[in-house]
């Protein structure tokens, strides 16, 4: 890339190593782009794709895009909503999804917001319970710590906790329940207000790429024999990106039906599809989509 000027390279913030971490790089994998992660190297650049990778803790990336040390980044909506730094959403990555919760000890009766009233929460999230105390009308004492918040009620330090939840394990092993969902997040990927239209280039491109691995990663390849008496009825189940392929098979009489359709319709009309006649059915993945 050495002819390449460093104006034209995007400057692409990532979380280090997290949870974040193994989603981000395997989408950039699949968007084939190039890098060496993992060397211990707080930055790199991309072999074959105008872009430098910066290895960080995912609380520093929105200020880091902010002012513009990073083009665009990777993180947690949480973590971007908690920032309120001005950075911008460009698109929504739908890998780490969680929620942000409160949940309060097993033994004590819920049995509606009002019960939060005066109570004491720990969490890291201030700002987002803050503002959902408030919009709920609920007057509560805010504990911010930065670390194993689900521990604050047994050692009497909060009534209640706010915290990031995905499978509900954690809570359950320190006896809370979950009582208030108060936002739902998934991976975003962030970017500075002002981008140069030349990163803006770089940008669309890769938002292109992505763009290409998400649908791929909602639709499936499908293949069946099918009666050329039962085609058309086939062909209205699978209809496909513009029309399904259909080639004679040796045998006299059948055809090959070639098709793409979203997962979600696959299981719908599959009952269908055999029903029509189809079969021999192949339904393989797909790596890129472009329409
Ligand atoms: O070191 P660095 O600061 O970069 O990372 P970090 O430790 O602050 O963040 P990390 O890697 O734990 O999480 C990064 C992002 O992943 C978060 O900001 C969320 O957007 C998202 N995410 C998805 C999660 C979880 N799932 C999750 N389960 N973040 C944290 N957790 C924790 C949660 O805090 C709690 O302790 O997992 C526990 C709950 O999990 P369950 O499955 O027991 O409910
Ligand atoms: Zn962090």
């Known amino acids: 890339m050495s002819d390449i000027k460093e104006s034209q390279v995007l400057r692409i913030a990532v979380q280090k190593s997290g949870r974040l971490s193994e989603d981000s790089f395997r989408l950039f994998k699949e968007c084939g782009i190039k890098f060496e ?7 790199t650049l991309s072999s074959n794709f105008p872009a430098e990778f910066l290895f960080l803790r995912d609380d520093d990336i929105p200020g880091y895009v902010e ?5 665009i980044g990777i993180v947690g909506e949480n973590v971007y909503t908690e920032s309120n730094r001005k950075v911008e959403i460009s698109h929504r990555l739908g890998f780490s999804k969680c929620r942000l919760s409160i949940a ?4 004590i009766e819920y049995k509606g917001i009002q019960d939060l009233q005066g109570k004491s929460f720990a969490t890291s999230y201030p700002r987002i319970l803050g503002n959902f105390l408030k919009e709920m009308g609920i007057k509560g004492e805010i504990h911010e710590i930065s670390g194993s918040v689900e521990i604050a009620p ?3 330090l909060a009534d209640a906790v706010c915290d990031i939840v995905s499978s509900g394990s954690t ?3 320190n006896g809370l329940k979950e009582v208030e969902v108060i936002y739902r997040s998934e991976a975003v ?3 500075h207000k002002k981008l140069s239209k030349a990163k803006n280039k770089v940008l669309e491109k890769l938002l292109f790429r992505i763009e290409a691995v998400q649908k791929a990663q909602n639709h499936k390849y499908i293949l069946l024999n099918a009666p050329n008496e039962k085609l058309n009825d086939i062909i209205s189940l699978i209809p496909g990106m ?3 392929t259909v080639v004679p098979l040796a045998q006299e009489g059948w055809s090959s ?25 192949l339904v393989v993945p797909i790596e890129k989509m472009i329409y």
């Open 257 to 281: 039906v070639h098709s793409v359709l979203e997962e979600n319709d696959f299981w719908e009309n599959i009952e269908a599809i055999r029903a029509a006649g189809a079969q021999g059915i």
């Open 154 to 156: 047994s050692i009497g």
């Open 171 to 173: 809570l359950l092993s």
């Open 37 to 43: 992660s993992g060397t211990g190297k707080l930055k």
């Open 189 to 191: 990927l962030i970017s």
């Open 67 to 71: 002012d513009g040390v990073a083009d």
């Open 104 to 107: 309060i000890p097993r033994n």
């Open 242 to 244: 513009k029309s399904p």
